[in-house]
């Protein structure tokens, strides 16, 4: 069993004064992946992979593409089946407009307890959090079963290389489960967001702006899509409910590009038009049928403005060819997640908060998707999301993090270890 004596030298070997160093360190290293600027994952990574390396950590750093490293770190406490992963990424999002920011994006000002920068929040802070607690935990020299792992991976940010590239090489293997370090201000995440990527391609024909009736305008079936996606997210709002968890499902367009490349101009009315869509989903829908359904979308969408057209021509008394295409692809499908709360990670990080903060834990789901949902849906890899930080914080402007909670978040994820892996014969 665990003993308080046994907890007393976990928490004595954190040095608060080290993750807010090293999450300062981290946050002065731009990150963020811009192959034109010449910056990238690969500094945070290397100065992990030198930080957990002096303290006795064993580490491989895989390069998942060129400049994109993950850096493994990991230590075998004691003989046991059990292996406890960390996971946290490197890359960061861009920063935007430099004149909006208060405080210097990599600058890791500290102002009143909080620490200003670009991934302070998302998730540096956490990252330094998770790392120190590894160490706290490895120097002191309470004998586990099992072992610990940091995941440091790239690419989180967009299409998650890094956590691909991870499980490819058979990292994934001995993991019997994963804390995901995330900004979740001190909730314990069970369940995460499913989520669908979607390109809507339409194809017409070029022409003058100021003679539309030579080409053929893909701007009626974009309005097209973009309402039949409305639809679709209020038929499931009405379908699904409110999950207990992750809220209410999503269909939403974000990204509409018209020429879908090259210079957009007033008086060209362009071929191609694209339409991204982010659609997010709760667990009683089923992606085989959203697919189907963004299909049939599709169709009938260029069965309709085909016909509008038709209609519009005979009118006019005009003849040309109705040739409209609007094409699908599916970019990206990956399911919701969830985790029992009597799995035993849940129950030690349950275990560790209450322990920390004096209260019962508060349950809630990842509005988004994180790295983890990989590892549960490919590896079956049960998996808890927490983490310090503002959940409306991630990718603003002077993005945050409260350095008393982050601190805290790594004492609760050092305990978490200790609990989930025991003690030699009794894990």
């Known amino acids: 069993m665990i003993t308080e004596e046994m907890e007393k030298r976990v928490l004595d070997a954190l040095d608060d004064r080290e993750v807010i160093d090293?999450?300062?360190?981290?946050?002065?290293?731009?990150?963020?992946?811009?192959?034109?600027?010449?910056?990238?994952?690969?500094?945070a990574a290397q100065h992990v992979a030198e930080w957990?390396?002096?303290?006795?950590?064993?580490?491989?750093?895989?390069?998942?593409?060129?400049?994109?490293?993950?850096?493994?770190?990991?230590?075998?406490?004691?003989?046991?089946?059990?292996?406890?992963?960390?996971?946290?990424?490197?890359?960061?999002?861009t920063p935007g407009d430099l004149s909006a920011w208060r405080y210097d994006p990599f600058g890791a000002a500290i102002v009143d307890g909080r620490m200003y920068g670009r991934g302070t929040n998302d998730t540096k802070g956490n990252l330094a959090a998770m790392l120190v607690a590894m160490a706290a935990v490895k120097k002191s020299g309470v004998e586990l079963a099992g072992g610990l792992l940091g995941g440091v991976l790239c690419d989180e940010e967009d299409r998650m290389l890094g956590v691909q590239d991870f499980i490819r090489r058979g990292h994934a293997d001995r993991v019997t489960a994963a804390v995901i370090c995330e900004p979740q201000d001190g909730l314990i995440c069970i369940s995460q967001k499913g989520a669908l990527r979607a390109r809507f391609e339409i194809i017409g024909r070029m022409s003058h702006g100021a003679m539309p009736l030579s080409g053929l305008n893909t701007a009626p079936a974009l309005s097209r899509l973009i309402d039949g996606l409305h639809?679709?997210?209020?038929?499931?709002?009405?379908?699904?409910?409110?999950?207990?968890?992750?809220?209410?499902?999503?269909?939403?367009?974000?990204?509409?590009?018209?020429?879908?490349?090259?210079?957009?101009?007033?008086?060209?009315?362009?071929?191609?038009?694209?339409?991204?869509?982010?659609?997010?989903?709760?667990?009683?829908?089923s992606h085989d049928d959203i697919r189907s359904a963004l299909a049939?979308?599709?169709?009938?969408?260029?069965?309709?403005?085909?016909?509008?057209?038709?209609?519009?021509?005979?009118?006019?008394?005009?003849?040309?060819?109705?040739?409209?295409?609007?094409?699908?692809?599916?970019?990206?499908?990956?399911?919701?997640?969830?985790?029992?709360?009597?799995?035993?990670?849940?129950?030690?990080?349950?275990?560790?908060?209450?322990r920390l903060t004096g209260r019962p834990p508060q349950y809630a789901g990842v509005p988004g998707a994180t790295d983890g949902t990989f590892l549960w849906a490919l590896k079956n890899i049960p998996i808890v999301t927490m983490?310090?930080?503002?959940?409306?914080?991630?990718?603003?402007?002077?993005?945050w993090v409260d350095l008393d909670q982050l601190v805290e978040t790594a004492r609760i994820y050092a305990l978490t270890a200790l609990y989930y892996l025991g003690t030699r014969g009794k894990a």
């Open 296 to 354: 049939r979308l599709a169709e009938r969408v260029r069965h309709e403005t085909r016909e509008h057209y038709r209609n519009h021509d005979r009118r006019m008394g005009i003849t040309r060819e109705h040739d409209l295409i609007v094409d699908l692809e599916i970019l990206t499908d990956r399911p919701c997640t969830f985790t029992d709360r009597d799995d035993p990670v849940v129950r030690a990080a349950h275990r560790a908060t209450e």
């Open 22 to 43: 090293l999450t300062a360190e981290l946050v002065r290293i731009n990150s963020v992946w811009d192959p034109a600027a010449g910056t990238s994952e690969a500094p």
């Open 387 to 399: 983490g310090a930080g503002d959940r409306q914080v991630p990718h603003q402007v002077d993005e």
């Open 52 to 93: 957990a390396r002096a303290r006795g950590f064993d580490v491989q750093v895989d390069e998942v593409a060129p400049g994109r490293p993950n850096a493994i770190v990991t230590w075998q406490a004691g003989p046991g089946e059990r292996t406890l992963m960390f996971e946290g990424h490197t890359d960061v999002v």
């Open 231 to 285: 639809t679709l997210e209020s038929e499931a709002v009405e379908d699904t409910g409110r999950d207990e968890y992750l809220g209410w499902p999503s269909f939403t367009p974000t990204v509409i590009q018209a020429p879908a490349r090259g210079a957009p101009q007033l008086n060209v009315m362009p071929r191609e038009a694209v339409l991204l869509a982010d659609i997010r989903t709760v667990a009683r829908q």
